[in-house]
T-cell receptor, first 117, second 113 residues
Framework: NAGVTQTPKFQVLKTGQSMTLQCAQDMNHNSMYWYRQDPGMGLRLIYYSASEGTTDKGEVPNGYNVSRLNKREFSLRLESAAPSQTSVYFC????????????????FGPGTRLTVL | GEDVEQSLFLSVREGDSSVINCTYT??????LYWYKQEPGAGLQLLTY?????DMKQDQRLTVLLNKKDKHLSLRIADTQTGDSAIYFCAESIGGGATNKLIFGTGTLLAVQP
């Protein structure tokens, strides 16, 4: 049981290039989330998916697109990378709750470190 | 809007207690969380507290919640060098399928041997 996996772990892009960050969870959860982490700013929500086939914008969606391919996979795409998108990207999926089955808590993947030159 | 604030840095000696503080703004938050991030790693859930509780204890960790002042704290007893990490406070908003977490900026805990 790997939990939440992300690929790649590291990536360097030139301005204007595109790429897709992959995330997969093997816990059969409905919800999945993408965050970015920047120094001094904590984690900020980019997009989330409450269930297969649905996606919604978070706090900082500009410059990104997402696809919820199936229940297991949630990808984040940068169509034209910019230096401001240099960051660490985390995918998350709800952690099994213990209070009445509530699943608010989130389990994080190891992160993708992206540098845009 | 929602906002979560933390001090940026805390330094303690090994064996002492550490107290990391957090303030939040959304009074409708149902759960509040503490996550730990070690260098180069993802976030690990340490503990969480439901908003109708004042305190939760889990081994060396004690979480105190003052809902009136919107203040959350994490106390680590007998702090060890392995506790050195960044600690994030987070509040949940929305709930259910659309639950979102709002994170603080993180507090870097440095434990001196």
């Amino acid at each position: 049981n790997a939990g939440v996996t992300q690929t790649p772990k590291f990536q360097v892009l030139k301005t204007g290039q595109s790429m897709t960050l992959q995330c997969a969870q093997d816990m059969n959860h409905n919800s999945m989330y993408w965050y970015r982490q920047d120094p001094g700013m904590g984690l900020r929500l980019i997009y989330y998916s409450a269930s297969e086939g649905t996606t919604d914008k978070g706090e900082v969606p500009n410059g990104y697109n997402v696809s919820r391919l199936n229940k297991r996979e949630f990808s984040l795409r940068l169509e034209s990378a910019a230096p401001s998108q240099t960051s660490v990207y985390f995918c998350a999926s709800p952690y099994p709750g213990t209070s009445g089955g509530r699943t608010d808590t989130q389990y994080f993947g190891p992160g993708t470190r992206l540098t845009v030159l | 809007g929602e906002d979560v604030e933390q001090s940026l840095f805390l330094s303690v000696r090994e064996g002492d207690s550490s107290v990391i503080n957090c303030t939040y703004t959304d009074s409708s938050s149902t759960y509040l969380y503490w996550y730990k991030q070690e260098p180069g790693a993802g976030l690990q859930l340490l503990t969480y507290i439901f908003s109708n509780m004042d305190m939760k204890q889990d081994q060396r960790l004690t979480v105190l919640l003052n809902k009136k002042d919107k203040h959350l704290s994490l106390r680590i007893a007998d702090t060890q060098t392995g506790d050195s990490a960044i600690y994030f406070c987070a509040e949940s908003i929305g709930g259910g399928a659309t639950n979102k977490l709002i994170f603080g900026t993180g507090t870097l805990l440095a434990v001196q041997p």
